[in-house]
């Protein structure tokens, strides 16, 4: 059986092996409900708050400005919504980009139905946004700046440091959608200097279906879910104390590997392209930026190929194209196509991810198996 090869970390990671440790007890004590002060509750409760600490400690926060959430998409939610309704004009307004996760565009769209403006900022070829844009495009009506921390497609880094200085200056809370850079780069909140920060468990090895959002103390935004007062009041529904265990320790193992595990994986994805430009050679561009990108994220184009097809006909390789093939129309993710990318360009995109347990070995039997499919397709 022909080995299968997983390059596609940045949409989903492996649950590890400690994360699915640390939390297999919680399965049969801590079942009460943490609200509840007799025994069973009081386990689970401790257990919750343990892993609250671990994620504050990951993002240099305090644990009380953590919110335990089913995910990214319910974090960025709860901030795009929730600022709009807290917001005291009647006019309110948003700043993000184009090349968001649409888990951010998506609430967006939704919130302009409801009378909200949103102005999306565009990107240079490297698909980084201006800071100036940002400044640019405040009004007095701005109640939010959300812009990612890092590109899912093509890892590229955002200036977020920057932004927060004019977010700060002009008195306007920012958000950045951190799902794909947590465990991977710093993710400092104050030296991002943020006051809110999305965290999903399936982007750092612990299971889908639990997220962090960060809250700086001091801010005031209403709840996307009404219920009960659990997480202080901010997210109401019984805590899922076994999937916070498991984030809680998937942050804890992140803080305690990320500087060594982020230059490894920079060595290998170096040698991924290395391997790469040989085997494909004149064949390759680039759409991740050569710095400022996460460590991890390789996006390229194999000229005179359709990225769909290679990975077709390349079942043992588990990655993402970075366009979509209907009937012969190839039609190119909004993100590369706000780089300027052209189709004939894009049309052979590939974003290639890899993690904790890609090997070198993995990488070169990769290149052979694109070569070989490649070769195939040409004949």
Known sequence: MVKQIYLDYNASTPVSPEVKRSMIPFFDEGYGNPSATHFAGTVGKEALENARKQVASLLNASSEEIIFVSGGSEANNHVLKGSVHHAETTTPHIITTVIEHPAILEPCRFLEKQGVNVTYLGVNEEGMVAPEAVEAAITKDTVLISVMHANNETGAIQPIEKISEIAKKANIPFHTDASQSTGKIPTNVDELGVDFLTVAGHKLYAPNGVGALYMRKGTEMEPLLHGAGHELGRRAGTENVIFAVGLGKACE??????????????????????????????????????????????????????????????????????????????????VLKAMGVSEERGKGALRLSIGRYTTKAEITEAVRLLKQTADRISM
Do not use: Y
Request: hydrophobic share 35%; proline share 6%.
């Open 253 to 334: 193992m992140a803080k305690s590997v990320q500087p060594e595990e982020s230059k490894r994986l920079e060595t290998l994805r170096d040698q991924f392209m290395d391997e790469l430009e040989v085997a494909f050679e004149g064949q390759l561009s680039h759409n991740s930026p050569q710095e400022n990108v996460l460590p991890n994220t390789l996006n390229i184009n194999i000229h005179g190929f359709v990225g769909e097809e290679l990975l077709t006909g390349t079942p043992q390789l588990a990655a993402s194209t970075g366009s979509a093939c209907h009937a012969g129309d190839v039609a190119l993710s909004p």
